[in-house]
């Protein structure tokens, strides 16, 4: 059993940056792979980064590739999400998600554990 709690969402104007953390709780973290999604009003959740359980792989979505960081300590049992370059197209709801599993998926149907969210916020 693994509950999540994304923090760190805000405004920001474009341009500038913002980093968003996932603080897990349970003994396994380390078991875990994780994703972090995000949903805009009237859209579908999608896919924004991943990263296996060890850190060594990670993946982007292709709007988010060059700007977006994601990362985890695996000591603290929190994902990080670091994103630069803001654009207003960033505005959304973004969610951290678990799945156990040694690898990530970008689709959230397989995810087992979601936190309830941050908004992010990106004004032109």
């Known amino acids: 059993q693994v509950q999540l709690v994304e923090s760190g969402g805000g405004l920001v104007q474009a341009g500038g940056s913002l980093r968003l953390s996932c603080a897990a709780s349970g003994r396994t973290f380390s078991s875990y792979a994780m994703g972090w999604f995000r949903q805009a009003p009237g859209k579908e959740r999608e896919f924004v980064a991943g990263?296996?359980?060890?850190?060594?792989?990670?993946g982007y979505a292709d709007s988010v590739k060059g700007r977006f960081t994601v990362s985890r300590d695996n000591a603290k049992n929190t994902v990080y999400l670091q994103m630069n370059s803001l654009k207003p197209e960033d505005t959304a709801v973004y969610y951290c998600a678990a799945i156990r599993s040694s690898v990530y998926y970008s689709d959230h149907e397989k995810y087992d554990y979601w936190g309830q969210g941050t908004q992010v916020t990106v004004s032109s």
């Open positions: 990263i296996n359980w060890n850190g060594f792989n990670r």
